[in-house]
């Protein structure tokens, strides 16, 4: 069974940069396509990019791009996102999840990013 | 960009009462089409995937059907675990998007 486990919670200043951790397990780590999304309070969804491990290529949300970077460590089965020159109104909780097919089968518990003066 | 428009953004249900939602897309796309529960302070659950798929371990009373570029979830009789908040979301080509979302509360 695939299992994804995050890192904790975050608080931040705007301008900021943040770094989230999203660790895998229950399959082959270079099969997994894990894809970051973010859901502010009372929001729904947004999805913001993905990373195929296995061919180490991305694709990101066009209007995160030069912000925004997913990256993988093989050696530790661990997928990393890092967003930059945070804004106060990008308060919102982080999700990783596996793709399957197009759709999210299995999710990580979330990781709150307050960005706040 | 896919807008996915969905109805109600609340519905009050009781336990056993018959409880439709509706996604309504912005453009036609062909079969991409899921359905998620999310309850407070979790992750989405995937329901329903291909508009009317069941995932494995989703009660029968949820089903999916599709007519043009409508959507819809239906839940036969409401059960005390059914409420949450539900979203549809096309994966038929990127940005991957989502409805706003449909609370479903105690009547």
């Known amino acids: 069974q695939v299992q994804l486990v995050q890192s904790g919670a975050e608080l931040k200043e705007p301008g900021a940069s943040v770094r989230i951790s999203c660790k895998a397990s229950g399959n082959i780590f270079s099969d997994f396509i894990i894809h970051w999304l973010r859901q502010a309070p009372g929001e729904r969804p947004e999805w913001m990019g993905w990373i195929n491990v296995g061919l180490q290529s991305t694709y990101y949300a066009h209007d995160l791009r030069g912000r925004f970077t997913i990256s993988a460590d093989t050696s530790a089965n661990t997928v990393y996102m890092e967003l930059t020159t945070l804004k106060s109104e990008e308060t919102a909780i982080f999700f990783c999840a596996n793709e399957k097919g197009g759709r999210f089968d299995y999710w990580g518990q979330g990781t709150l990013v307050t960005v706040s003066s | 960009d896919i807008l996915m428009t969905q109805s109600p953004s609340t519905l009050s249900a009781s336990v056993g009462d018959r409880v439709t939602i509706t996604c309504r897309a912005s453009?036609?796309?062909?079969?991409?089409l899921a359905w998620y529960q999310q309850k407070p302070g979790k992750a989405p659950k995937l329901l329903i995937s291909?508009?009317?798929t069941l995932e494995s371990g989703v009660p029968s009373r949820f089903s999916g059907s599709e007519s043009g570029t409508e959507f819809t979830l239906t839940i036969s009789s409401l059960q005390p675990d059914d409420f949450a908040t539900y979203y549809c979301?096309?994966?038929?080509?990127?940005?991957?998007?989502f409805g706003a979302g449909t609370r479903v509360e105690i009547k």
């Open positions: 453009q036609s796309f062909v079969r991409f």
């Open positions: 979301q096309q994966y038929y080509n990127y940005p991957l998007t």
């Open positions: 291909q508009v009317s």
